[in-house]
């Protein structure tokens, strides 16, 4: 089955530089779309950035877009989340999931993700 495993979450200060892994094993990820998601403690946990991993297109969320890049490596079965400019309104559990590539959906709708990954800590502090 499909196994989803994030790396890269560290504490760094406002301004800083974070690139996320989601690495995945089991299938390869060609017909799917892969989301990044944040939880910060007490809150919902909020669609980032997606990437449909057969033609590349990307969804960034607002409060990221220009800040944040996410991209894929085919060979490595793999998708990153480069996080520049980082504040501390960006901390939170970074989870990796993926959905099957069939039809568009309006935004990051959470329950139609799954697997989902353990999930990655980011802090951003001072």
């Known amino acids: 089955q499909l196994r989803l495993v994030e790396s890269g979450g560290d504490l760094v200060q406002p301004g800083g530089s974070l690139r996320l892994s989601c690495a995945a094993s089991g299938y390869t990820l060609d017909y799917y779309i892969i989301g990044w998601f944040r939880q910060a403690p007490g809150q919902e946990r909020e669609g980032v950035s997606c990437?449909?991993?057969?033609?590349?297109?990307?969804y960034y969320a607002e409060s990221v877009k220009g800040r944040f890049t996410i991209s894929r490596d085919i060979a490595k079965n793999t998708v990153y989340l480069q996080m520049n400019s980082l504040k501390p309104d960006d901390a939170g559990v970074y989870y990796c999931?993926?959905?099957?590539?069939?039809?568009?959906?309006?935004?990051?709708?959470?329950?139609?993700?799954?697997?989902w990954g353990q999930g990655s800590q980011v802090t951003v502090s001072s």
């Open positions: 990437i449909t991993f057969r033609d590349g297109s990307v």
């Open positions: 999931a993926a959905r099957p590539d069939t039809s568009p959906v309006q935004g990051m709708p959470r329950l139609l993700f799954g697997p």
